[in-house]
């Protein structure tokens, strides 16, 4: 019965979207993105890793498509590894935030009183570090490395998910089918999952790719500070810093780095746009 | 002299179901001065009717037939040329006081602002003026200061803002759209009975939108039944319900509780009418009212009724119709 | 099928209740104000009776029929319901009570979540409230009460936003039904429908009252609808009640003046009629 309101689902998911540029050009960019970051495991044009001094510095040519490094490393293979980084740095770091933060929000919209009281100064507490400094802040406490980055970036989410859950469920909580499912004797905890959870489902997807986004470009961050993903592992942010240097030698080291920051936070941005306008229903009224 | 006139005014919409014909040949003539009350169920069209004669209608809404207003067919005027219309000549009363209004500024400046855009007053001027609609409303000062704000105002007196935005300009006709759905019993009697002073005071043409019977009964002159985007019955208020010809001016009645006042006997039944109004999307060919009717004969399939007028001031679009006249 | 009500033939008994809801702070040192939404209002429900509460907006009527279900903590008074002290009862007993007592709302499309089919949304308090329904069971009970509201057995598996407004009160109505409850607390369930199906699903009330013995708490702000469908009369404002009587006795022959402007006020044909503009339009 669940898969067939699925495919219900899907299926008008296509009819409408197809007409909306913003959400098929983000949605053909991050799956050109997940493509990549898939290939990457099995195949890249060089080792990812492989030092060729002689080699070093090469503008874009037909061997090495978008040069290579100061060690002469392929530029091509190392974004196409990156990739495969920023995805699995985002992936983790929004888990985490919607992971805590939808349930933070949910059990704050569902107590009330005191649990709410503590649960909004805490994301208040969170909120008032900006998100980089807070993440600077872990990662020079813990020592720098992947992992500490996207526990950093991780927890600058969970405020933002908290407090989204809160909102959305909050309005839900005042609707005629909520009060229903209480005088049929449900308790709050199954309320949220059978009624509030399924109803904001499409908002939170929306805020998740946006997020996905930011936690792309925190990540680059961090690495670019040298708080995040440590040499050799390749990363954008990293791959940037690198390049700093090489400005006026190699400027496509930073250009091409920067050019799949820029595409696929924006790719994201789109799809999350397009997913907001395609979900919502009052939006999708009027058009 | 007729100020407002409908003239096989068709209105359809395209929707992702395929195009729906919301309005189907409406037309009626309503005179300077006079009141008409337009009475039928949600989706049959009333509250398009009005949104098309303040050329409110969707971008997306397909319009056939004419709409003359003061002698100017409105179909044919651009979108500058309406704003100045809408609200000087023709103004409108809506079903929700609280969204009709601006929540973050004060009555005075709303009823004021009319007056600026229209008239050209200058702000005191203006603003004096606004002070007098406001009494003139119901809402005298200083217990209704005009610095007040919707939200400290009940329903019944934010409909009578409403109103005061509506009187400003002194306009020709006043549309209500089902002015008292919103509001309590009381101030729903208050509010009809400042509608129908108002007007008569000023000689200004009123179009009543409404699903109550008994609301066009006690307020207007004449009026029209309207179902599932066409006129089913019209005329004067008091030859329709005299007479009551078109079985679903009949049924709406009979379904009303309360609506003649009397109580029904322990165990009885108010009559209803089975079904539900049709989807624009698929009307039938022949009397859209037809699947609901009791009376409806295989000569109500084919082909819509034509309106046929039983006496002076009363028409009816019913090949079928009742007989007999009511017992009011 | 329904329980018996233990202590008496009363479904319901209100007493004294107050209920007060905090405003916002006018000044940071100051307690809070407080709107007093009921106040020391008393009634009862025999059974198989039904009682009306008419009353304006912001008269508290919507907040007895929370505080009733103990949806509210009231300040003062008790809820008996099925002679049970509804709020000196343990969550697990008063869930237990829950199953007598099941409420219709008003808004049809507001009151059914978007995201669930039909059988599921009517089969919820029997889920939540009656425990070791086998499947089978669970489906038959779904069936019948779908079909003894004017539906489908079929229904079950679509969505809300298949059904029309009349037909959706109807699924409320089916939800509410399904644990066999001895009252139905209603609260406005026909406002917000057209007239020619507010009048089929006033009918169901009336049906669904004689054949299965219902007791309802029937609010509502319109007095002819209350004249169909009650018994008895309660006219609530600003959180009391003013008067409260036999319904024919109420209509003939109201008592209080906050009630007599309240018949005055409903527009009924045949009634003098307002001075009207104008003579004619020809057709």
């Known amino acids: 019965m669940l898969s067939e309101a699925r495919a219900v689902s899907l299926r008008e998911f296509w009819l409408r979207g197809r007409g909306q540029a913003n959400l098929m050009i983000g949605l053909a960019v991050t799956l050109l993105l997940i493509a990549v970051a898939v290939l990457s495991l099995v195949w890249t044009p060089y080792p990812i890793n492989a030092i060729d001094i002689p080699a070093k510095l090469q503008p874009p040519s037909a061997a090495h498509w978008l040069g290579t490094d100061q060690f002469g490393r392929d530029v091509l293979s190392r974004i196409m590894a990156g990739a495969r980084n920023s995805i699995a740095v985002s992936l983790v770091a929004v888990g985490i935030g919607a992971g805590l933060g939808v349930p ?166 789109l799809l999350g746009d397009g997913l907001r306008d395609l979900l919502d229903p009052r939006l999708r009224r009027l058009r | 002299m007729t100020l407002l006139s409908l003239q096989d005014l068709s209105v359809v919409l395209d929707t992702p179901e395929g195009p729906a014909t919301v309005l189907d040949r409406v037309s009626f003539d309503l005179a300077a001065g006079e009141s008409l009350g337009i009475v039928g169920e949600s989706g049959c069209g009333k509250s398009m009717t009005a949104l098309a004669v303040m050329g409110l209608l969707p971008d997306a809404a397909r319009c056939t037939g004419r709409i003359d207003f003061e002698g100017r067919d409105l179909l044919a005027l651009d979108e500058q040329a309406l704003c100045a219309l809408r609200g000087r000549c023709i103004a409108m009363v809506f079903q929700e006081p609280m969204t009709a209004l601006n929540p973050v500024k004060s009555i005075g400046y709303q009823v004021a602002e009319g007056l600026r855009w229209h008239l050209g007053l200058g702000r005191g001027e203006a603003a004096a003026r606004a002070v007098k609609l406001l009494d003139r409303v119901g809402l005298p000062q200083p217990r209704f200061s005009p610095d007040l704000y919707p939200h400290q105002l009940s329903g019944g007196q934010r409909q009578r803002v409403v109103i005061a935005m509506a009187l400003a300009c002194d306009p020709a006709l006043l549309i209500a759209d089902e002015p008292t759905t919103a509001l309590d019993v009381t101030s729903q009697a208050e509010i009809l009975a400042l509608i129908a002073e108002v007007t008569a005071a000023s000689g200004m043409a009123l179009m009543l939108i409404t699903h109550d019977l008994a609301v066009v009964w006690q307020n207007t002159a004449a009026m029209l039944v309207m179902y599932a985007g066409a006129v089913a019955e019209r005329g004067t208020t008091a030859e329709v319900f005299a007479r009551m010809a078109h079985p679903y001016t009949r049924g709406l009645l009979a379904a009303s509780p309360g609506a003649l006042g009397d109580i029904l006997p322990a165990g009885r039944r108010l009559a209803t009418i089975p079904g539900q109004v049709p989807d624009p999307q698929d009307r039938p060919t022949g009397c859209v009212f037809a699947a609901r009717c009791a009376r409806a004969a295989a000569d109500c399939l084919p082909r819509p009724p034509a309106e046929r007028v039983l006496a002076p001031g009363h028409a009816v679009a019913c090949l079928h119709p009742h007989e007999e006249e009511t017992v009011l | ?268 044909v045949g009634h003098p009629r307002q001075a009207v503009a104008g003579a004619t339009t020809a057709p």
């Open chain 3, 1 to 268: 099928m329904s329980a018996q009500a233990p202590g008496g033939e009363m479904v319901l008994r209100v007493e004294n209740l107050v209920l007060e809801y905090p405003l916002p702070r006018q000044s940071l040192f100051a307690p809070a104000p407080r709107h007093r939404a009921l106040d020391g209002v008393s009634l009862q429900v025999a059974r198989g009776e039904s009682l009306a509460v008419v009353g304006e907006s912001g008269s508290g009527k919507s907040s007895l029929a929370r505080a009733v279900l103990a949806l509210e903590q009231p300040g003062a008074g008790r809820v008996e319901l099925m002679g049970q002290d509804v709020f000196a009862l343990s969550p697990g007993a008063l869930r237990g009570l829950r199953r007598h007592a099941q409420m219709v709302f008003q808004d049809p499309y507001g009151s059914l979540d978007p995201r669930r089919k039909v059988g599921w949304i009517v089969a919820e308090p029997l889920d939540a409230l009656e425990s070791g329904v086998g499947a089978a069971a669970r489906q038959a009970r779904i069936a019948e009460v779908l079909v003894s509201v004017g539906l489908k057995a079929r229904d079950a598996e679509k969505f809300p936003h298949e059904f029309s407004g009349g037909q959706r009160q109807r699924i409320a109505i089916a939800r509410a039904l399904i644990t066999h409850p001895a009252l139905i607390i209603a609260d406005e369930p026909v406002s917000a429908l057209d007239v020619s199906v507010q009048a089929q699903v006033l009918n169901l009330f009336m049906d669904l009252r004689e054949r299965l013995g219902l007791s309802y708490l029937f609010i509502s702000h319109d007095l002819a609808v209350v004249r169909h469908v009650a018994d008895r009369v309660a006219v609530m404002r600003h959180g009391q009640i003013v008067e409260e009587g036999a319904v024919e006795q109420v209509f003939r022959e109201p008592q209080h003046p906050y009630t007599r402007k309240l018949l005055a006020a409903v527009p009924r």
């Open chain 1, 104 to 269: 933070l929000g949910a059990l704050a919209a569902a107590r009330r009183g005191w649990v709410e009281e503590v649960v909004m100064r805490f994301n208040d507490f969170t909120f008032a570090f900006p998100a980089l400094l807070s993440a600077v802040m872990i990662t020079s406490l813990f020592g720098p490395g992947a992992i500490n980055a996207i526990i950093a970036i991780g927890i600058f989410n969970i405020p933002v998910f908290a407090r989204l859950t809160r909102g959305a469920a909050l309005s839900l909580w005042q609707r005629d089918f909520v009060l229903a499912a209480r005088v049929a004797g449900r308790g709050r905890t199954r309320i949220t999952l059978d009624h509030i959870l399924p109803n904001i489902a499409s908002l939170l997807i929306v805020q998740m790719t946006i997020q996905f986004a930011l936690a792309i470009l925190a990540e680059a961050g961090l690495s670019y500070l040298g708080l995040g993903t440590q040499p050799p592992d390749p990363s954008w942010g990293k791959m940037l810093n690198e390049a700093q240097t090489l400005m006026f030698l190699a400027p496509q080291l930073a250009i091409f780095p920067g050019l799949a920051i820029m595409a696929t936070v924006l790719g994201l941005n």
